[in-house]
């Protein structure tokens, strides 16, 4: 396809003309789609991925989060157990973290304007995560934008958008560590060290790891650590 | 025209010796001598960009244009060499976040390359879909740009409404307004749903609506014809010289688009029209974008007709039709073989090139090459300033819609 | 000596008292005030009264100061600022100064803006030439300020001339060189090429714009505005169509307006002669260009529309015509103030040669249509 553009003295004067008259015209009845943030407030999607909140019950310290994030935003810190705590400073929203969570501790919220007062403050731990942030709504309205083959405006609703939603469930698989080649392990022991439920011993007699299928969450850690590959992640019904 | 000349000694003032400009003394002493003059525009200058040039100017008339990128140089690159193949996804959208579908495609298709993945058709056209809308946008950022430059603040404000159309549609896919890290190897994060697909249907003839009123007001305004008409011509044969890409290169006369040259995704599936100009100068290379806009348009209305069902995850990466839940299981552990994997992409503003090479034992990648069109068109970019009026910078600057951090990577 | 300063005093109110403004609306209001002031036991507090009273419709002092001189101007800054903001944002599909006060609409948000300027430090950089630096904003107002008292609003007139035209039209030309030399005294590269920039686009702009003017003279045969309102039962905008559009077309180029807003480049030069100022000096230069358009606006009115001709109401008195020309020029500056968001900028190059070449020529055909009509005596 060829584009090209050529005017004559009269063309140019029909330009002109157009010009007035689409100025004239979006002066007297503008195409505006303005949304007054603070007064109004957009409706967004339910996959939006805003401020992260962390539920303690279902977390079960496999640090996925923090190993899959790429700016490095996500620091582990022992409480009960070891929790996630999501520097904002570093965060860039590419919610990985959300989508490795394998039992949906971390999930999103639509809530995307926080304002922090130090850059200390934006380091939120665990225990600050477990709660949405607290908003001052000023809103009183939600925006949706219409679209049609006439064009484009704003619908305005009298109701207010409940923020943190929970909005998707992962379906929980039940995962267990086992080892799948006992020939090969060196014996280092670094998995009994490293796991955070006491879920693996070393039966010193019959020279083999014993795994307790019901204190092992699936968390990996042994699986990542392994210096021999010997150990699996295989999931149970 | 007969040249007047007042024979009054210049010296080279003092502060082009302290700016560490990457020019020898000699250079400046002689500018000087010649009867000309060394501008220093940018790194602060408001219509420069993160970049500075020196303009030799004599009178008015630009004699040779330096560049000095890298002020926004991010070394990606290097970084990308410290990641997971999947962490870098995030990091080679950086460049242009309003282009990061097409940075992203790029990359996860060398992956893909490399580990010989086979992507399920609709994740082909969600891909598709994803990086048409960022094109678009990334057009209308170019144009809002360029208007500022010519002091037009309407056709500065109208694309920037338009792009939030779509800057929606991409939130509704993605959940982020741009640098969605949407695409990744295998296929797409999630599935979108038809009412999300129809919405974003019907949005296109919304911006097709709004565009006809940006037409009027600025694309067809006879001021800004004037301004960019005969304005920074490239010849073909320059063009080809010079290694202009993408758009730019169209507007010189050269039919080459890498969606047509060697089709990815579902772009041979579709039918779209390469959009070509002859002129080469400044209104051509802002014409063939505009159009362009119209093209992608078509595209997405076609990919939302014929997208088939199925899953948008290879089985290769997960058996389930989500990753969510096991994103760390499938993709933290890639390991690419040893070799070499290189891709070209058409990005907004041009071919983008991704090279990967993998030891074949390492999780991240040994080296990632990344070419961005911005580096590609600077030189033609510069060569097309020689001659203009100083006022014209921004002009051609405009229309060639430079934009530093993606050049600089 | 009391009674030589009192002799005085009455003698200057008898001077004030031959040239008072009539306005009947305000009749029984004065009488009122006086009423009240006569009960007040305070030696002379009545005369006082009355002096201030005649100082203030005093006609003279009335055109100058309240309408359509320093009052109406100040007012009118505030309120185009304001206008422009809010109406170019309107077509670019925005919502403009609203948080300043929201109930107005933001409607002092200019007011917000001025006050920041006067409290903002204004900086004198080194390498500028401080007195003439700190001086030109305020010598500035002389060329700008001047023309007011010579142009007439009916009977409310500073100073009666009959060139008041050709008067009007000699301080507009002074403008551009303080321009010239704020961009001199600010010695920066910006502020250098803007400056030559304005010299060039005075060169372009000026000889149509004031052979558009002559051609207008000419129609009317004088140069008086008296004669020239009172002939305007048909408004010269139809009489002489060209030398209405060489005017307008003109007068966006002297005030630096969109599309030829070259000299003030944000993109090219960082608005040019004045980049270096800041604070109240800033201030002072960026109203330098609106005050110019309304003293040209009011020109214009006066040429192509007709002056204070309007409807008579009987209950305002002399106020009429004060109060048309008024109305007139802002709704001109109103529609002259779109323009800014519907064109791109010219190239320097580009806009003189409009100026030289069918600029020009309009303003020569505008000339021979004046010559001709005024010599027919059609009028």
Redesign the interface.
């Given at each position: 396809m060829k584009v090209e553009f050529k005017a004559r003295r009269l063309d140019l004067l029909r330009m002109h003309l157009d010009v007035i008259r689409e100025a004239f015209k979006q002066a007297v009845a503008p195409d505006r789609v303005t949304v007054e943030y603070p007064r109004e407030r957009k409706k967004y999607p339910a996959n939006f991925r805003g401020i992260i909140v962390f539920d303690k019950d279902k977390c079960i310290s496999c640090f996925r989060c923090a190993h899959i994030c790429p700016a490095n935003a996500i620091q582990m810190t022992f409480y009960e157990k070891a929790w996630p705590g999501i520097d904002y400073t570093k965060c860039i929203f590419c919610h990985f973290c959300v989508d490795s969570c394998p039992t949906g501790a971390l999930r999103s919220t639509k809530i995307h304007d926080i304002a922090f007062a130090t850059m200390g403050e934006m380091k939120l731990n665990a225990v600050q995560m477990l709660k949405a942030p607290e908003l001052t709504r000023e809103d009183s309205f939600t925006v949706e934008y219409v679209v049609d083959p006439q064009g484009w405006r704003l619908e305005k609703k009298a109701e207010i958008d409940e923020l943190a939603l929970e909005q998707f469930i992962i379906p929980e698989k039940r995962r267990v560590s086992v080892c799948v080649d006992p020939e090969s392990c060196l014996g280092c022991r670094l998995c009994v060290e490293l796991c955070p439920n006491d879920a693996i011993s070393v039966d010193r007699k019959a020279n083999k790891l014993n795994i307790l299928p019901e204190k092992c969450t699936g968390c990996g850690i042994c699986v990542r650590n392994c210096p021999m590959k010997v150990l699996e992640l295989k999931e149970v019904k | 025209m007969k040249e007047i000349a007042i024979d009054v000694p210049v010296e080279p003032p003092k502060e082009l010796e302290s700016l560490f400009l990457p020019i020898p003394k000699e250079y400046v002493e002689e500018v000087y001598r010649n009867d000309e003059f060394l501008?220093l525009v940018g790194p602060q200058?408001?219509?420069s960009g993160h970049m500075r040039l020196i303009v030799r100017v004599k009178g008015?008339v630009i004699q040779e244009v330096i560049p000095d990128p890298g002020y926004v140089h991010r070394a990606i690159e290097k970084i990308a060499e410290t990641?997971?193949y999947?962490?870098?996804?995030?990091?080679v959208e950086r460049p242009a976040i309003m282009d990061s579908a097409n940075l992203n495609l790029g990359y996860v298709r060398a992956i893909e390359d490399g580990m010989d993945l086979e992507v399920p058709e609709r994740a082909k056209y969600l891909r598709t879909i994803l990086a048409e809308l960022c094109r678009i946008g990334t057009h209308l950022y170019d144009a809002a740009i360029l208007?500022?430059?010519?002091?037009?603040?309407?056709?500065f404000?109208?694309p920037f409404?338009i792009r939030?159309?779509i800057c929606?549609s991409l939130?509704?896919m993605?959940?982020?307004r741009f640098?969605s890290?949407f695409i990744i190897p295998g296929g797409v994060?999630?599935d979108v749903s038809k009412e999300?697909l129809d919405?974003i249907y019907?949005?296109t003839?919304?911006i097709e609506?709004?565009l006809r009123?940006f037409e009027?007001?600025?694309i067809?305004?006879?001021?800004?014809?004037?301004?960019l008409?005969d304005v920074g011509v490239l010849s073909k044969k320059e063009a080809i010289e010079f290694g202009v890409v993408g758009p730019f290169l169209r507007a010189s006369g050269v039919e080459y688009d890498v969606r047509k040259v060697e089709p990815y995704e579902a772009y041979d599936k579709v039918d779209w029209?390469?959009?070509?100009?002859?002129?080469g100068d400044s209104?051509?290379r802002f014409?063939?974008r505009v159009?362009e806009v119209a093209?992608s348009l078509k595209i997405i209305r076609q990919c939302i007709a014929e997208i088939p069902g199925g899953k948008v995850i290879s089985d290769q990466i997960c058996e389930g039709n989500d990753?969510?839940?096991?994103?760390?299981?499938k993709l933290?552990g890639i390991v690419l073989p040893a070799g070499e994997f290189t891709t070209l992409t058409e990005a907004a503003r041009g071919s983008v090139i991704y090279t990967i090479v993998s030891d074949g034992e390492s999780n991240v990648p040994y080296r990632l090459r990344v070419v961005t069109p911005g580096w590609l068109y600077l030189r033609g970019f510069m060569e097309s300033l020689k001659g203009e009026?100083?006022?014209?910078?921004?002009a051609i600057y405009g229309s060639f819609g430079y934009f530093p951090p993606e050049a600089d990577r | 000596m009391i009674e030589v300063l009192i002799d005085l005093i009455r003698y200057f109110l008898s001077i004030l008292k031959s040239n008072q403004l009539d306005i009947p609306l305000i009749k029984p209001i004065i009488a009122l005030i006086m009423k009240i002031v006569a009960q007040i036991p305070i030696p002379y507090l009545s005369n006082l009264v009355d002096l201030i009273l005649a100082v203030i419709l005093w006609r003279p002092l009335f055109a100058v100061v309240v309408m359509p001189g320093l009052t109406v101007l100040m007012i009118y800054l505030l309120y185009i600022v304001w206008f422009e903001r809010k109406l170019t944002a309107r077509i670019q599909w925005r919502v403009g100064p609203l948080e300043v006060y929201r109930p107005l609409r933001g409607a002092i948000q200019a007011l917000a803006d001025g006050i920041r300027y006067l409290f903002q430090e204004a900086i004198v950089h080194k390498d500028a030439h401080r007195p003439y630096f700190v001086q030109l904003p305020i010598l500035a107002f002389i060329p700008v300020l001047l023309p007011i008292a010579f142009i007439p609003a009916g009977n409310v007139v500073g100073i009666k001339s009959p060139y008041a035209v050709q008067l009007t039209i000699a301080f507009i030309s002074l403008i551009p060189i303080t321009v010239i030399a704020i961009g001199w005294a600010s010695n920066s590269r910006f502020a250098f090429i803007g400056s030559v920039r304005e010299a060039l686009m005075y060169v372009a702009y000026e000889i149509p714009f004031i052979v558009a003017a002559i051609s207008m003279i000419f129609l009317y045969k004088s140069g008086d505005p008296y004669i020239i309102v009172e002939n305007q039962w048909i408004p010269g905008a139809i009489l002489n169509p060209l030398a209405f559009l060489v005017f307008l077309i003109a007068m966006l180029m002297a005030t630096s307006r969109l599309p030829f807003e070259i000299p003030e480049a944000d993109q090219e030069i960082a608005f040019g002669p004045f980049v270096e100022y800041s604070g109240i000096l800033f201030g002072l230069v960026m109203v330098l260009a609106y005050e110019k358009l309304y003293v040209m606006a009011l020109l214009f009115t006066i040429l192509f529309l007709g002056g204070w001709n309007g409807i008579y109401i009987s209950l305002l008195g002399d106020l009429n015509a004060p109060i048309w020309l008024t109305i007139k020029t802002i709704v001109v500056i109103s529609i002259i103030a779109m323009v800014r968001s519907m064109y791109a900028r010219y190239r320097i190059d580009q806009a003189i040669r409009i100026g030289f070449s069918w600029l020009l020529a309009f303003s020569m055909v505008a000339l021979a249509i004046g010559v001709v009509i005024g010599y027919e005596g059609g009028i």
């Open positions: - | 501008i200058h408001p219509g008015d990641r997971l999947v962490q870098n996804i995030p990091l208007s500022v430059f010519l002091g037009h603040t309407t056709g404000m109208y409404g939030e159309l929606e939130v509704k993605t959940g982020a640098t890290s994060r999630r999300i919405w019907s949005a003839f919304a609506k709004r009123s009027r007001l600025f067809k305004n006879p001021t800004v014809v004037a301004r008409k029209d390469i959009v070509v100009a002859d002129d209104y051509s014409l063939v159009n093209q990753i969510r839940g096991e994103f760390f299981e933290a009026r100083l006022a014209d910078l921004q | -």
